[in-house]
């Protein structure tokens, strides 16, 4: 596992900064609807998927 995280940041990520959004948003998701997602796993993925297009949509902006 070491062995490939070295080869990830040697080799694959390009030398730029990287943002850990899906902390940042794990986070501050609104405890009302972590309960939810708690209770529902099925809504997990088109939660995610809002998420990700909010995300993807303010770094190409």
């Known amino acids: 596992m070491a062995q490939t995280a ?3 940041v040697d080799h694959v990520i390009p030398r730029v900064p ?3 959004w ?4 794990q986070v501050r998701l609104p405890i009302p ?4 997602l708690a ?3 099925k ?3 088109p ?3 809002v ?3 909010a995300i993807t949509r303010f770094l190409l902006d």
């Not at 609807?33 to 939810?36: E, M, N, T």
């Open 33 to 36: 609807l972590r309960l939810l």
């Open 22 to 25: 899906v902390r940042v948003c």
């Open 6 to 8: 070295a080869h990830l």
């Open 43 to 45: 809504l997990v993925t």
């Open 51 to 53: 998420v990700h297009g």
């Open 39 to 41: 209770a529902q796993p």
């Open 18 to 20: 990287v943002r850990q």
């Open 47 to 49: 939660v995610l998927q």
